[in-house]
């Protein structure tokens, strides 16, 4: 039997609680001792965990939940309300950012698909780290963190939207590999809105006041989308 995947996830659980521990003795931000945690354990550390495939596992299964979490934490409705600000200033942020980019890579010599891929690594925020530090700091819920959330999660769709076509540029502008993403897109996020509107709300309420259903109901949901979004990858 092949444990080699559930010995590096407490590899990974282990190391995060040690560093977490020097991190509040030093006084540091949490974040910090995860970053350096997974340095330590990386190929470029000590080589704990190695495998290319255990560390993309491992990689998607946190960020998933870092995602879940944001979604647990943030009230949508209120997000809804600055939709105006929030859609026009990640629009904005990501052409400026990467338009810059590209005319200062194309002075340097650069091409132009490196220098969109550059233009975009710079321009896309990492709502990982966004929201642990707001979160952190419990500023989530004010006006400027809902914002900050707000950019996050647009340039995240954006990401998804466009990385797809980048990477199988010779179809870039193919309208059905184009409507096949967005399609899939809107159909996770219908049956993400039902789901939170007509179903979630009423199972919860009756599942309360037994702690053991009520999260495994949530992490059940997790898990879910993750496989929908791997089918719906896969298709496309």
């Keep these: 039997m092949d444990l080699t995947l559930l010995m590096d996830l407490g590899i990974v659980i282990v190391s995060?609680?040690?560093m977490g521990c020097v991190a509040k003795l030093l006084k540091q931000p949490m974040l910090v001792a995860y970053i350096v945690a997974g340095i330590i354990i990386s190929p470029i550390g000590l080589a704990l965990i190695t495998g290319p495939m255990e560390?993309?596992?491992?990689?998607?299964?946190g960020v998933a939940f870092l995602l879940f979490t944001i979604g647990i934490q943030s009230n949508f409705s209120q997000l809804f309300k600055l939709k105006n600000a929030i859609i026009l200033g990640s629009f904005t942020q990501v052409a400026l950012t990467t338009g810059i980019t590209i005319a200062l890579m194309h002075l340097a010599g650069m091409g132009f698909t490196e220098s969109l891929y550059i233009g975009l690594i710079l321009a896309f925020s990492s709502t990982a780290i966004v929201v642990k530090q707001l979160s952190?700091?419990?500023?989530?819920?004010?006006?400027?963190?809902?914002?900050?959330?707000?950019?996050?999660?647009?340039?995240?769709?954006?990401?998804?939207?466009?990385?797809?076509?980048?990477?199988a540029q010779q179809s870039m502008f193919s309208f059905s590999l184009v409507g096949n993403l967005l399609l899939s897109f809107i159909v996770l996020a219908?049956?993400?809105?039902?789901?939170?509107k007509l179903v979630l709300p009423r199972v919860l309420k009756r599942f309360e006041k037994t702690k053991e259903l009520f999260y495994l109901i949530l992490l059940s949901c997790c898990f879910a989308f993750i496989y929908l979004d791997r089918k719906s990858t896969r298709l496309n």
């Design 190 to 196: 219908s049956i993400a809105i039902l789901l939170n």
């Design 55 to 61: 560390i993309a596992i491992l990689a998607e299964l």
């Design 16 to 18: 995060g609680t040690l």
């Design 136 to 167: 952190n700091m419990n500023l989530i819920s004010t006006l400027h963190g809902r914002l900050i959330v707000g950019f996050a999660l647009v340039q995240d769709t954006l990401a998804i939207l466009l990385l797809p076509i980048l990477a």
